[in-house]
């Protein structure tokens, strides 16, 4: 089989490279290994799918390549390619987009209706095993040696992040196959895992605090939000957006549980003795009541190293107050790991963007040959950041090929 434009990866990048290109009258394959194409689009979002995100972009690995595509693609060109199909868009309060209906079904559905009115042929079930240049053609083959040939190939396959739902590293292999370096991936976007005394008692609890992650006594990042409580360690938005610093680091976190209740540890001393004579027969645990979950204060007390069998808060000590405020603001964590690639939501690392084009996303080390998405070494907070950039990436494939 012949055609003028391959997409592999039938993902959010492939889609709306695939749909872009054939709207331009050329002839496109696009390949999906699996037996449906967007499954990481209906898994977004917890399934209400994020699409966008009107604020300050926030990208790592290469930021500035990001910067770069976006200033290309910006969000306006992504929301009229979308209306242009039939989606209808909101916004919230901080500049998030979803579909109306805030169903991820309803971005996937307007995908493949754009697919069909644009005659792309999408071919399911098909694994590219190999791919290599012959001539002015690229050659794709796949496990059972049924080959397209393609004058323009777009690789799209995505990061490695979510196995289950088609991770993998496919697109890295191809790409690397064709002399491109890949820079080592590894899981952001993920929850953390923790030493087992500083969380004892407390899974389930969720709480909104200030998170500061620290290597040694450097401060590495800050973030913001709510935290939840595992069995196993912490997770919520904030600290999945630490996890991709803690990658071949030794690392720990510090807690502010009292991050706009007061803004100093000598504020939050002189209200704890002001409770202290007011509760001095009750335990200490209850000088955080109304303020803190009586199992954060419990693990505040122990971490701080007060006694809690007997002990009254009208036996507390000054150095004892200063330590349980200091401690209240700065509860720490250890770090252990991620919970890894399988419950990752992006992949960080990825196809050194150095050797691609911002402006169309074709490689400047092969002629024909694009990539888009996440298989790039470009990954972004949450808030809708990942797709809008395989998004944008994808439209540009798709209108430069």
Same mark, same amino acid.
């Given at each position: ?45 917890? +399934? $209400? ?75 399911? #079930?098909?694994?590219? !095993? ?16 049924? *080959? ?14 979510? =196995? ?22 590894? =899981?952001?976007?993920? !929850? ?8 004892? +008692? ?22 913001? #939000? *709510? ?8 997770? +919520? ?11 071949? $680091? @030794? %690392? ?18 002189? *209200? ?17 009541? #109304? ?15 007060? =006694? ?6 009208? @036996? ?21 790991? %991620? $919970? ?8 960080? +690392? ?7 084009? =911002?402006?169309?996303?074709?490689? $400047? ?32 494939? #798709?209108?430069?090929?």
């Amino acid at each position: 089989m012949k055609t003028d434009v391959t997409v592999i990866g039938a993902g959010a990048a492939g889609l709306t490279a695939a749909v872009t290109a054939a709207s331009r009258g050329l002839k496109v394959i696009l390949l999906e290994k699996g037996e449906r194409p967007g499954r990481k689009i209906l898994a977004s979002g917890n +399934g $209400r799918c994020n699409m966008m995100n009107k604020g300050f972009p926030v990208y790592y690995g290469d930021p500035v390549f990001a910067a770069s595509v976006l200033k290309q693609c910006p969000l306006s060109k992504i929301e009229a390619f979308f209306k242009e199909y039939g989606l209808i868009m909101t916004q919230d309060p901080e500049g998030r987009v979803y579909p109306v209906t805030y169903q991820a079904i309803s971005v996937l559905s307007v995908l493949k209706n754009a697919a069909r009115i644009t005659d792309v042929y999408l071919n399911t #079930g098909f694994d590219v !095993s190999a791919i290599y240049r012959d001539h002015n053609l690229f050659i794709i083959r796949n496990d059972r040696n049924e *080959e397209i040939l393609s004058e323009k190939v777009i690789i799209c396959c995505g990061g490695a992040a979510q =196995p289950k739902l088609g991770g993998s590293m496919d697109g890295y292999r191809l790409l690397g196959s064709l002399g491109h370096h890949i820079i080592p991936v590894f =899981p952001s976007l993920v !929850s953390l895992t923790t030493d087992k005394k500083s969380i004892s +008692g407390l899974s389930g609890i969720r709480i909104r605090a200030a998170v500061s992650l620290f290597e040694g006594n450097s401060l590495i990042h800050q973030e913001k #939000g *709510e935290i939840l409580f595992t069995d196993y360690g912490v997770s +919520g938005i904030c600290i999945m957006q630490c996890a991709r610093f803690t990658e071949g $680091r @030794n %690392t720990h976190l510090e807690i502010n549980f009292l991050e706009g209740i007061c803004d100093s540890s000598e504020e939050m001393i002189s *209200e704890i003795q002001r409770r202290q004579a007011m509760l001095s027969n009750l335990s200490p645990v209850s000088l955080f009541d #109304g303020v803190l979950p009586e199992k954060i204060s419990y693990a505040v007390m122990k971490q701080a190293g007060i =006694p809690m069998k007997g002990e009254k808060a009208g @036996n507390l000590t000054d150095n004892d107050i200063r330590r349980i405020a200091e401690t209240a603001k700065g509860y720490k964590i250890f770090i252990t790991g %991620t $919970r890894g690639m399988d419950y990752a939501q992006v992949t960080a +690392g990825g196809a050194d963007c150095c050797e691609f084009c =911002p402006e169309t996303m074709e490689s $400047r080390l092969t002629q024909g040959l694009f990539a888009a998405g996440e298989v790039l070494n470009v990954d972004g907070d949450c808030g809708g950041f990942n797709l809008m950039f395989a998004f944008s990436s994808g439209i540009i494939a #798709g209108e430069s090929v």
